[in-house]
């Protein structure tokens, strides 16, 4: 459910005959996103619809105050040695007891996923996610030879944010859906630490490259920040 906006031309300049590398990459992005969102939206379907008898295990455990799993359990141990919020022997204690907990809680929660049928949408949904995230973050990477792939890359960002690309009438883009923070080891800042940015950051820098190579030569390198 397309309108001829941003979204819709970038679409449109992939079936031109304009060549840059950035249109393919808008292309695998729109696809690898309309399918993340049809796996979450038929795995939310299937949640709906299940024997509510057998509900759902929960996976996290509580260590102090604290809710957490996975790899949250091992900084949380960092951060209570740190802190020497009790004797270290007391605080590894607890910590092989909240790992056992949580290893016996996953155990449960594959055996219910597997018995329920939800796995298989899970990991449908967990795939297609993982190559919209990479889709997304090759916008960042691929750079636009073109004027036109420049203002397509902007164009489908901007269109994507403000919800044109859709699977229903509820079920829509938004400015929210794009990767966290991302880095890049060669960017760094004042201090020389790798720079941690928001998605937006990395576009606007991808765009600034691509028209810094393509601007008339006098014009490159110019800045306004002055000493």
Same mark, same amino acid.
């Given at each position: 459910?397309?309108?001829?906006?941003?979204?819709?031309?970038?679409?449109?300049?992939?079936?031109?005959?304009?060549?840059?590398?950035?249109?393919?990459?808008?292309?695998?992005?729109?696809?690898?996103?309309?399918?993340?969102?049809?796996?979450?939206?038929?795995?939310?379907?299937?949640?709906?619809?299940?024997?509510?008898?057998?509900?759902?295990?929960?996976?996290?455990?509580?260590?102090?105050?604290?809710?957490?799993?996975?790899?949250?359990?091992?900084?949380?141990?960092?951060?209570?040695?740190?802190?020497?919020?009790?004797?270290?022997? $007391?605080?590894?204690?607890?910590?092989?007891?909240?790992?056992?907990?949580?290893?016996?809680?996953?155990?449960?929660?594959?055996?219910?996923?597997?018995?329920?049928?939800?796995?298989? !949408?899970?990991?449908?949904?967990?795939?297609?996610?993982?190559?919209?995230?990479?889709?997304? $973050?090759?916008?960042?990477?691929?750079?636009?030879?073109?004027?036109?792939? $420049?203002?397509?890359?902007?164009?489908? $960002?901007?269109?994507?944010?403000?919800?044109?690309?859709?699977?229903?009438?509820?079920?829509?883009?938004?400015?929210?859906?794009?990767?966290?923070?991302?880095?890049?080891?060669?960017?760094?800042?004042?201090?020389?630490?790798?720079?941690?940015?928001? !998605?937006?950051?990395?576009?606007?820098?991808?765009?600034?490259?691509?028209?810094?190579?393509?601007?008339?030569?006098?014009?490159?390198?110019?800045?306004?920040?002055?000493?």
């Amino acid at each position: 459910m397309l309108t001829a906006t941003g979204t819709a031309r970038a679409k449109a300049l992939t079936q031109s005959t304009i060549q840059d590398p950035i249109l393919e990459a808008i292309e695998r992005h729109r696809l690898a996103w309309l399918e993340s969102a049809r796996a979450q939206f038929a795995a939310d379907q299937a949640d709906e619809n299940r024997d509510s008898s057998d509900p759902e295990p929960i996976r996290l455990v509580t260590w102090r105050q604290y809710q957490i799993g996975g790899q949250e359990i091992e900084s949380t141990r960092e951060r209570l040695l740190k802190r020497k919020a009790a004797a270290p022997r $007391v605080i590894e204690k607890e910590y092989r007891a909240a790992k056992a907990e949580y290893e016996n809680r996953v155990a449960l929660y594959e055996a219910w996923e597997e018995r329920t049928g939800m796995g298989a !949408f899970h990991r449908k949904r967990e795939m297609a996610y993982e190559a919209e995230v990479e889709a997304a $973050v090759a916008l960042t990477n691929v750079t636009p030879t073109t004027l036109e792939g $420049v203002t397509a890359l902007l164009g489908y $960002v901007d269109s994507f944010n403000r919800g044109e690309l859709r699977i229903s009438e509820s079920w829509y883009s938004n400015s929210e859906l794009w990767p966290d923070d991302l880095m890049e080891d060669d960017a760094k800042n004042g201090r020389g630490n790798t720079l941690e940015m928001p !998605f937006a950051w990395w576009i606007a820098r991808n765009a600034y490259n691509a028209l810094s190579a393509l601007l008339p030569a006098p014009t490159k390198g110019r800045t306004l920040l002055h000493a």
